[in-house]
């Protein structure tokens, strides 16, 4: 089974991801293919709901100075926020097309564990603590989205609607277009 990131709107985005119990070949297979569609979307973080897996699971890698950093997170909990904040331009390849300025906190330390089940803490700030809290609410059945107002919401879903109806106007399915 090869996964495929899930395009909004669809009602797994507000779906809650349930803890991950089990760490075995099944675990270590999900997130080799979650860092595959990563890698193939060109992303820097998918949360396990953009491929239709409603467990704890986040993947992320930044990619900096174009080197593979891979990082797994299951299970992740923040367990400290800064009271500073940090607006930083999100978007989603679920979402395509369309970007909104979010604020969050700039510096937190999340908690989680890697795909054998031990246990690590990690302090992230800047992009990396944005990109986590990000993947984070995917698990909690939120999207970036739920950030903005609802006349903005509004107006960016009528903005991807119109961007993915150009995408694929002279579309032509081939053996290698991943729709």
């Not at 331009?89 to 909104?100: K, L, T």
Request: one cysteine or more; proline letters at 4%; a negative charge.
């Amino acid at each position: 089974m090869t996964l495929k990131l899930v395009m909004a709107p669809d009602p797994v985005f507000k779906k809650v991801a349930e803890k991950v119990d089990v760490f075995d070949d099944k675990l270590q297979d999900t997130v080799d293919q979650m860092f595959e569609v990563l890698y193939r979307e060109h992303a820097v973080g998918i949360g396990a709901n953009m491929v239709d897996i409603l467990k704890r699971i986040i993947v992320i890698d930044l990619q900096e100075d174009g080197k593979n950093n891979p990082l797994a997170m299951i299970n992740p909990e923040l367990i400290e926020v800064s009271e500073e904040t940090q607006t930083i331009e999100e978007a989603s390849r679920s979402y395509p097309g369309i970007s909104a300025e979010i604020t969050r906190p700039a510096n937190i330390e999340v908690q989680y564990q890697d795909v054998q089940g031990n246990s690590h803490t990690l302090k992230a700030s800047g992009f990396l603590a944005q990109v986590i809290q990000h993947e984070m609410d995917y698990l909690d059945g939120k999207t970036f989205l739920d950030y903005v107002s609802s006349m903005k919401r509004k107006m960016l879903m009528k903005k991807m609607k119109k961007y993915v109806q150009s995408m694929h106007h002279n579309h032509v399915h081939g053996p290698n277009c991943g729709c």
